[in-house]
């Protein structure tokens, strides 16, 4: 069964096309300082917001209009798959991602909800052996059941921690069949909503020993892909305990989990946190850290996480500068986590919105390489740090420098000079190869 017939296969038309859906900017063979615009990208669909959301908000039902919506159950679930694979195939799509729960429904027991796994994943990799697209990453939705109310890992529940330990179990079971080049831990209720009555210490550590199971059990069973976390700070708790990338890497070094894990950055999550988007993936590669991106956006004038697909070209030009300077993602991707908005409920929509994404950030890219390639923001850097690959400068950053070499080389009471940072000169060049490409 076809589910969006009125829909063709989406091509490479140009910037000058009028088809909607069409790209305008994202030419997947098209080479890019060394590799194809696929290559760098490496585009991935969410399965949740693509395939379950349903449109509703904390004030209104859902809106969307989908094919598969007259199924229910596991008939349902099935036509999702169906559905899926013929999105990808149309847009042309390298990767997906899901949650557990996304794919099939949570049955009345753990067996049950197993079971109805199995079935949906032996669909998946059926699908799989004729696809191009393959599984970026998938996770275990350890956040949405009433069970964890009081968090996963770090319940105060034991209960609940032992049945988190066999979710995940099952998840890495199923990255390894369906080989996903990644598995995701996002703590979407790992966090706290009071002190009062929150051991902070114990969850945390809890937490910890989740994760070292974890990567004992991936080892175990000889899954090879990626471990990534993905911060955020609040929604749905008042602290999450991934707040940012530099929490979520301070805590890996504490607990000795750095060699494991790398971490993927969301763009809305990093504006929660009130970082920008660059800060969060520059962070992560500078640590040698930063493995794979969500691409979306937030809506600046709300303060909550709106996931919308990303059509801010300065973001995504200074997301794929930070890309290209880390080298590309390795087994990561950029995975759209966004949805429609709830008024763009037809089934259409869906391209359209993947369409405005993918453009955007092939336009980011081209932009981006062109920055390196000049050396432009290098140059820059270079030049306002002058003074510590010379003289002084250089003994403090070689570690000759000491308190009292230093004092001698303030005493001599030399004037300092100080020289302007430049910042909107920085912006209007900036402004200047967006424009002119």
Known sequence: MAYFNGVPQINFEGAKSSNPLAFKYYNPQEVIAGKTMEEHLRFSIAYWHTFTHEGSDPFGTGTMQRPWDQYTGMDKAKARVEAAFELFE????????????????????????????????????????TSKTKLLWNTANMFTHPRFLHGAATT?????????????????????????????????????VTLLNTDM?????????????????????????????????????????????????AFLRAYDLQDYFKMN?????????????????????????????????????????????PTDLYETTLAMYEILQNGGLGKGGLNFDAKPRRESFEPED????????????????????????????????????????????RDIVSGKADFHTLELHALHNKPIVNKSGRQEQLKGLLNQYLLEM
């Open 156 to 192: 105060c529940n034991a209960d609940v921690f032992a049945y988190c330990a066999a979710q995940v179990k099952k998840a890495l079971e199923i990255g390894k069949e369906l080989e996903a080049e990644n598995y995701v831990f996002w703590g979407g209720r790992e966090g706290y």
């Open 90 to 129: 149309k847009l042309n799509a390298p990767f997906f991602a899901f949650h557990d729960r996304d794919i099939a429904p949570e049955g009345a027991t753990l067996q049950e909800t197993n079971k109805n796994l199995d079935i949906i994943v032996a669909m998946i990799k059926n699908y799989l052996k």
């Open 265 to 309: 950055i969301e763009a809305n999550h990093a504006t929660l946190a009130g970082h920008t988007f660059q800060h969060e993936l520059r962070i992560s590669r500078i640590n040698g850290m930063l493995g794979s991106v969500d691409a979306n956006q937030g809506d600046m004038l709300l303060g909550w996480d709106t996931d919308e697909f």
């Open 350 to 393: 869906l391209f359209y919105a993947h369409i405005a994404g993918m453009d955007t950030f092939a336009r980011g890219l081209k932009v981006a390489a062109r920055l390196v390639e000049d050396r432009v923001f290098e140059s820059i850097v270079k030049e306002r740090y002058k003074s510590f690959s010379e003289g002084i400068g």
């Open 201 to 249: 210490k114990l969850e945390l550590d809890n937490l910890a020993r989740f994760f070292h199971m974890a990567v004992d059990y991936a080892k175990e069973i000889g899954f090879t892909g990626q471990f990534l976390i993905e911060p955020k700070p609040k929604e749905p708790t008042k602290h999450q305990y991934d707040f940012d990338a530099q929490t979520a890497m």
